[in-house]
């Protein structure tokens, strides 16, 4: 009798660069619960509550794939990938531009970089400036990390372009990094509260 193995994914990018339609993608699959932000955690400090949340992950039962999807796991990937081997972390990639744009038109002059006390905002890196540049500093700096992780393990870490869910071969590739071989493709879903289809959404 074969033995299935479950698949357990951390899903990450900047936000505003389709976390939630990852998270659609992904839940779609057979067997799969896959949440989308499940529990806050801090960009600093939480290495307690990241290994915790991973551990749930991994101790997940009768599911073929499970995962969670947020922007604010990065600081933790390579401590959770040190401690449990079998995750794989797929990050979405958006340009800067795009991630700008998206973020006026969602969050308008709010900055999220600037500490206000609130625990969401600190779900965010601290910098204390004006939010154009922190947004340029946060972009930058979250790929600089995602390029070194990819780079440093290639078989568990991968960046793909924003693009790669907008199509079936893109999902395709997503889906079997992480090991999905029976895929269940969902190009042009609907992905967020306000209807926006993936064509719009995507456009990087």
Same mark, same amino acid.
């Given at each position: ?52 949340? @991973? !551990? &749930? ?8 794939? %499970? *995962? ?6 990065? +600081? ?27 973020? @006026? !038109? &969602? ?8 500490? %206000? *006390? ?6 965010? +890196? ?79």
């Amino acid at each position: 009798m074969q033995v299935r193995t479950m698949i357990v994914v951390i899903g990450l990018g900047t936000g505003r660069c389709g976390t939630t339609s990852l998270v659609g993608l992904l839940s779609s699959q057979h067997g799969a619960f896959v949440t989308h932000q499940r529990t806050r955690m801090l960009w600093q400090g939480d290495y307690d509550l990241a290994m915790r949340e @991973a !551990e &749930s992950l991994v101790n997940a039962t009768d599911l073929q794939l %499970t *995962g969670d999807v947020a922007f604010y796991w990065l +600081p933790y990937v390579y401590q959770v990938s040190q401690r449990f081997p079998q995750i794989k972390f797929v990050c979405l990639r958006r340009s800067r531009l795009g991630y700008e744009e998206s973020w @006026a !038109e &969602s969050q308008g002059c709010r900055n999220a970089w600037m500490e %206000t *006390g609130e625990r969401l905002d600190l779900s965010y +890196p601290q910098f204390g400036l004006p939010q154009s540049e922190s947004i340029q500093l946060y972009w930058d700096n979250y790929f600089i990390i995602s390029s070194a992780l990819a780079r440093q393990m290639p078989d568990r870490f991968r960046v793909f372009p924003l693009r790669y869910m907008n199509t079936k071969d893109g999902q395709r590739a997503i889906l079997e990094f992480i090991g999905v071989s029976d895929h269940v493709l969902k190009p042009g879903i609907r992905l967020n509260k306000r209807g926006t289809s993936w064509e719009d959404r995507f456009k990087e």
